[in-house]
């Protein structure tokens, strides 16, 4: 089932928990201070070298005019802010956000041909205030892909697929170690069960309404604290 769009593998050791776990250990092994962010798997759907964006860009693209599910991104657009800073509070200055999350229909760009490549998809560079902003989507929960081992697996253990909606971030600095982790939306149904036991209370955040700005209806700030390497 594996290729250069999909990682069955990975997406088993995702559905019995045994990325979560090594991720749990590791994390706390390498931690220097408890203000560091928690991490969180990769996932299977990560891509290198997505497009790097001016801060305050969309990572929506216009999929072609027949998808339906695009007009909901006028309903659910997000803006996105915060800081990456050090353990001591100090900002960061050029770290490297690189953030992506599937389209309303559930499904990342590559598994889509009706989406722009990369689409939902980008990286940014912070300020001299260690500063990151973009627009996105408020995301929704997705089935894992059922069709291969995993979701016979999770057939057999009477498991439903579900994640809840989240988006992925790594963060990436000189002098600290990288990030990976997500950030889940505490409204949705599936947060106190997802499919591959990667929620954190500290990674569950809050979506607040946003006026006066036509391109977003949802607003999210959140500061990533990272640790030395």
């Not at 170690?177 to 036991?197: G, H, K």
Request: net charge negative.
């Amino acid at each position: 089932m594996s290729d250069d769009r999909r990682n069955e593998t990975q997406l088993l050791c995702d559905v019995v928990g045994l990325e979560s776990l090594v991720d749990e250990i590791t994390s706390k092994m390498l931690a220097t201070s408890k203000s560091e962010t928690p991490s969180a798997v990769l996932g299977p759907f990560y891509r290198h070298d997505a497009p790097l964006l001016p801060n305050g860009s969309s990572i929506v693209q216009n999929p072609r005019p027949s998808v339906s599910w695009y007009d909901k991104t006028v309903e659910d657009s997000a803006h996105v802010t915060g800081r990456v800073q050090s353990s001591t509070g100090a900002p960061i200055q050029g770290a490297i956000v690189d953030v992506w999350h599937s389209a309303p229909n559930g499904l990342y760009e590559q598994q889509d041909e009706s989406q722009p490549d990369m689409n939902f998809r980008g990286r940014f560079a912070t300020d001299k205030d260690g500063r990151y902003a973009f627009y996105a989507l408020r995301p929704v929960a997705y089935p894992v892909p059922d069709d291969g081992p995993a979701g016979r697996l999770l057939a057999m253990l009477d498991r439903h697929p579900y994640r809840p909606g989240h988006i992925h971030f790594i963060v990436s600095a000189p002098g600290f170690r990288p990030l990976t982790t997500q950030l889940y939306d505490s409204q949705d149904e599936y947060i106190t069960d997802d499919a591959v036991f990667a929620v954190k209370d500290e990674l569950v955040v809050k979506f607040a309404p946003r006026k006066g700005d036509p391109k977003a209806r949802w607003s999210l700030e959140y500061d990533f604290v990272l640790g030395p390497s």
